[in-house]
């Protein structure tokens, strides 16, 4: 199978999404004609046109609310916004819009809108280096995806655009540039809602999510050395949430780390606590540890982001710890 | 404007009133609870406009009575059925009387927040952009909601990709208790369209000829890919904000004055001025509308309410 980047495998999937159906559209800061300031829509205009791509003025709360009453009336918007930090600036149309129009009108629209969210820290400071996937797992009517690897970039993004509801698309700027083998075949799908296997194991079970997914795949050939075999688990989609994958794998395990890019408090790794606590306590013989961002913004500096995003080192402890 | 648009109009504005009355009288008799915002006094501007629309182009509606879904012809009793909360509406219990859904009419619904129109208004004209139709979006809004942000961004996105849609201010004077001199820095908010540079007239929104012409001219401009117009209808809201509303922010003086500027006594006596309406013609509108409205009324009270665990219904598709 031919080897392609996680960005490469943005592109196709938008490529491909929109030479197959003639209702995605797709628009946002600086995307149409200098192909996206992380350059993943070049040519994308030139292959479809100013109608189907568009630059857009800085003006999020319009734009993003303009993808939701587009998706109300027949078509599949694919909306850029430059960071996911911009989520909470457009926040009433992702949440109140997007998640709950068609609840409010009781099902009498669909909402087929897919919002990108370049995600993850890169030196790049409190307002532009931030995973807020858990700030919106706890809206209702909206569908969370952050994929770790090019493939499922690829086939997730693809079923996101085919999918009826409102999706949140987070991929990680840091993963941009990481490479893995890609299937081509236009029909390649990742289905919404169902967590990966990433390593198998029975000694632990590790959630990682988006960039902490390669972290904790070396952490656990490190631990592999020293004769621990970890479970490393993707959880791909946030909401749904694949709830059995995690339990299954704890119930061989009995003891499980999180590991996340996001705050600590309410975060992820959170909701898999109070999920473990009603489903799987009896399986657990340690208690859950989470690796997060201690609850403070994310700092610009290389040397102080370093010491609050979770990197190997402080999953490999966290592993440890429980191991012991 | 023609004779039968003229007494369509009058028609709805009738219906519309006595609806309300009524819903008045429900509420506070406690029949139903449903939170209502009269448009009592606005009718004029609310019927007029949606008379020059087409039944494929768009409408957003604002929280300001029930003018707009009497005009836009979605059947009273569904209504009154999301207002109460039962079955039979248009939204199965979810949004209420601020959320009348009808796909079929390209009525869209309404965003809770004020100016969540905006920019869900500026994406049906992208569709229809997008799709090459010749269709238009209406969007209704207060003179408070003009100072949304969103207001800003999505005229301005409107403008830039000429989108097909038409912004209605209905400018009562009143943002609850707030009055327009002190919300707005503009006398007129009208003016605003010059910041996107695209035409914006004030009307007299008690006069419905005076709306559907600027109304028309507007939609003609949309559907011929020229892009958005501003348009502000004066008039005022001559009820509280809500009903129930104390009403302690307005003199008595200056709500007596407008009821003096009531468009209803005013367009029946140009109507019948120019020979179109006389008392029997006006009593007989009177009765079939209070008749429609009983009618109405009778089959919400007989709707049951929606099952309890229908609660966790309608999320996703």
Partial sequence: MRTITYAQAIKEALVEEMRRDPTVILYGEDVANFGGIFRITSGLKEEFGDERVFDTPISENAFVGAGVGAALTGLRPVVELQFADFLFTTGDEIVLKAGMWRYAHGGAYKVPLVVRCPSGAAGVGPEHGQCPEAFFMHAPGLKIVSPSN????????????REDNPVLYFEHKLLYATKGEVPDDPDYLVPLGKAAIAREGDALTLVAISAMVPKALAVADRLAKEGHHIEVIDPRSLCPFDRPAIIESVKKTGKIVVAEESYRTLGVGAEIGAMLMEDALEYLDRPLRRVAIPDVPIPTAAILEQFVIPNEEKIYQACRELLA | MDRNLKLLIYRNMIVSRRLEERIAELIKAGQVGGFMHPGVGQEALQCAAIAGLRPDDYLLYAHRGVAYWVARGIPLEKVLCDLAGREGGTNRGKGGVMRVVYPELGVLGESGTLGGCFPIATGAGLSIKVKGGDQAVLVFFGDGTSNRGTFHESLNLCAVR????????????????????????????ADRAKGYAIPGVVVDGNDPEKVFDAVGEALKRARSGAGPSLIEAKTYRLWGHWIGDPDTYRSREEVEKQWRRDPIPAFEARLAGEGLLNDAMRDEIDREARAKIDRAIEFMQKQSFPPPESALEDLFA
């Fill in chain 2, 162 to 189: 000429k989108l097909p849609v038409v912004f209605l201010c209905e400018n009562n004077g009143w943002a609850v208790s707030m009055p327009t001199e002190r919300s707005t820095a503009v006398r007129d908010i």
């Fill in chain 1, 150 to 161: 090019a493939a499922d970039a690829k086939g997730l993004l693809k079923s996101a655009i």
